[in-house]
């Protein structure tokens, strides 16, 4: 009998620390980087061929500096970044002219095609590229996917958000971005 409270006891202590860790790492939440306040890596990478007409075959982080930017991580097989896509386009048709938005396929090794039915898919017209090796995601510090870095004008970061990205998140930081 004894034995049996001790393990029950056990059973409910792990469960406790599961559900106490579920709802501690709620998509919403914003987890410090060590980049905020500080300038972020300077990056190149290849674009899906739908962009290169506009921006060519290749983007360079460095040449877009002087305008605030919208970095989103993302994966052709990422649940949240299908809910997230359409949000993200929505904003960038109507902040387009103030803020850049740039997606980075990464976590997707070899997708390619994945990727670029990820972009048709949701008509993304925002410059998007790919990160076959990670290289990127990890000099960001990635998580996982997906997620979204706010960069100022002046290369520093702003804000990262972990996880899918809200209308009103998203909303928000932009308007903190161009004060």
């Known amino acids: 009998m004894r034995r049996l409270i001790v393990v029950?006891?056990?059973?409910?202590?792990?469960?406790?620390?599961?559900?106490?860790?579920?709802?501690r790492g709620r998509p919403d939440r914003n987890i410090s980087s060590n980049l905020i306040g500080k300038r972020v890596p300077d990056f190149e990478m290849p674009l899906h061929r739908r962009y290169w007409q506009e921006y060519g075959e290749t983007f360079s982080l460095a040449?877009?500096?002087?305008?605030?930017?919208?970095?989103?991580?993302?994966?052709?097989?990422?649940?949240?970044?299908?809910?997230?896509?359409p949000v993200l386009e929505a904003l960038w048709k109507q902040y387009q002219d103030r803020v850049l938005f740039v997606g980075i396929q990464t976590q997707d090794r070899g997708k390619t095609a994945a990727g670029e039915s990820f972009l048709e898919r949701f008509s993304l017209s925002f410059p998007n590229g790919i990160d076959?090796?990670?290289?990127?995601?990890?000099?960001?510090g990635l998580f996982g996917v997906p997620e979204t870095f706010f960069i100022r004008a002046d290369g520093t970061l702003a804000y990262k958000q972990i996880g899918e990205l809200t209308p009103q998140v998203l909303q928000q930081q932009l308007e903190a971005l161009l004060r």
């Not at 040449?63 to 896509?85: H, I, M």
């Open 8 to 23: 029950l006891a056990v059973i409910a202590a792990l469960g406790g620390l599961f559900a106490w860790g579920l709802l």
């Open 63 to 85: 040449s877009y500096l002087g305008k605030p930017l919208v970095v989103n991580f993302w994966a052709s097989w990422c649940t949240p970044c299908f809910r997230e896509a």
């Open 132 to 140: 076959d090796n990670s290289r990127i995601g990890v000099e960001y």
